[in-house]
């Protein structure tokens, strides 16, 4: 007699970039029915986060002492230290603190750095004069005002260019109008609603050179509320995000994928408190439009895509809502906050276009998960002066970030 032995492939699970509440529940349900799951956190994991890192949507709302409203005299000086770069004749590589003074204005942004890294997290200055200038002008204001957040900026895209230079400010802007609709890959490049990930980097910071006719409000929420929920009552999920998942390379021949955690856990020392890190983009498990899910790596677990699931709903359900203005600067600490996008529509002089740096603050930063440092030095690593470029118009993303 002969046996016949039937192997069974693991099979990516329904799910998709958009996340679907209904599918979500349904695989929560059958889960809890059908599987045994863990009900303690993972050795050493705290039982709650306390920080003002930790926050509810709604309370932000009522508040706006995260709002830094620039005053005249502020503005005159950011004007006038636009003036003095221009005077030097330097590529724009060269903006830093001492090539764009701010006397008056850097402590205060020394001091809003602080409350991004160890404070609420996130903060916005108002009042930009975006249509007093060029577009090179805004992006030399953008650059210059960043660099006393954070001096070091980061590459946003994975490599160099042919002729050896790096973008280090990006472009969110629909692009499905006026590009080829089968090489579009990233949603920062099309008007639909964008789920809550985070970026690459420590800090992400955004201009909003123009608002769009309808939607694309900019949504925030604590990772580390989030965090407190699922260990409160999640526990085995904080146990599936801690845990190895293949991130797609996207056709990447010399790595198809990447095996990494998505939560990381930093004990406290004597310099630093406990943190909670976590780092995911939803489209490295799902794909998106031109960029589906490879179907030559390992697929995700059916409790994976209930931890991708639980982590968007969560964000939404406690999510602030910042009221994003013409001339506003987010600055979001990327390694506490999950950011989102509602979809949007454009109309004649109202396409919704914003401007991206990804920055590092050395004197605040945090301490880079090991599992993340090559990520980080991708885009951090030796970024010289020389590569850096600063695009004027927008263009396809490649394989990069979020």
């Known amino acids: 007699m002969s046996a016949t032995e039937t192997i069974t492939r693991p099979v990516q699970p329904?799910?998709?970039?958009?996340?679907?509440?209904?599918?979500?529940?349904?695989?929560?349900?059958?889960?809890?029915?059908?599987?045994?799951l863990p009900t303690t956190l993972p050795d050493g994991f705290p039982l709650e986060l306390k920080s003002p890192l930790v926050w509810e949507?709604?309370?932000?709302?009522?508040?706006?002492?995260?709002?830094?409203?620039?005053?005249?005299?502020e503005l005159d000086e950011i004007d006038a230290a636009l003036q003095h770069f221009k005077s030097l004749n330097l590529p724009l590589g060269h903006i830093n603190a001492s090539t764009f003074p701010l006397p008056t204005l850097h402590p205060t942004l020394r001091s809003l750095s602080k409350d991004i890294h160890a404070g609420r997290g996130?903060?916005?200055?108002?009042?930009?004069?975006?249509?007093?200038?060029?577009?090179?002008d805004n992006i030399i204001t953008y650059t210059g005002v960043s660099s006393h957040i954070g001096s070091i900026r980061g590459r946003q895209q994975d490599t160099r260019l042919a002729n050896g230079t790096s973008p280090v400010i990006s472009h969110i802007k629909d692009l499905t109008t006026t590009a080829d609709k089968g090489k579009i890959g990233a949603p920062s490049n099309t008007p639909d609603k964008q789920v809550f990930h985070t970026d690459a980097g420590?800090?992400?910071?955004?201009?909003?050179?123009?608002t769009a006719a309808e939607g694309g409000e900019s949504y925030l929420a604590s990772s580390w509320l989030v965090y407190n929920i699922l260990a409160r009552e999640r526990p085995d999920l904080v146990r599936t995000l801690a845990g190895e998942w293949p991130l797609d390379g996207f056709g990447n021949p010399d790595r198809p994928y990447t095996l990494r955690p998505l939560l990381y856990h930093q004990p406290a020392t004597e310099a630093t408190p406990e943190r909670v890190l976590i780092q995911y983009a939803r489209r490295y498990f799902t794909g998106f439009l031109a960029q589906p899910r490879s179907k030559d790596i390992p697929p995700i677990s059916e409790a994976q895509a209930e931890a991708l699931d639980t982590l968007h709903f969560l964000a939404e359900e406690h999510k602030a809502s910042l009221g994003f203005q013409k001339g506003d600067i987010q600055y979001v600490n990327n390694l506490s906050i999950f950011h989102a996008r509602n979809g949007f529509t454009d109309g004649p002089g109202q396409e919704r276009h914003l401007l991206r740096l990804w920055l590092r603050d050395p004197e605040n930063a945090w301490e880079t998960p090991k599992q993340l440092e090559p990520r980080w030095n991708t885009v951090f690593g030796d970024v010289t002066v020389e590569e850096q470029a600063f695009p004027l118009e927008p263009a396809l993303r490649r394989n990069v970030g979020s």
Do not use: M, N
Not at 205 to 210: E, T
């Open 122 to 136: 996130f903060i916005v200055l108002r009042g930009l004069r975006i249509d007093a200038h060029t577009r090179q």
């Open 57 to 73: 949507g709604k309370d932000v709302e009522k508040r706006d002492d995260w709002l830094y409203h620039l005053s005249e005299a």
């Open 202 to 210: 420590d800090i992400i910071s955004l201009l909003c050179l123009q």
């Open 14 to 36: 329904d799910i998709q970039y958009h996340p679907e509440y209904e599918k979500y529940k349904a695989r929560s349900l059958r889960r809890k029915e059908t599987e045994t």
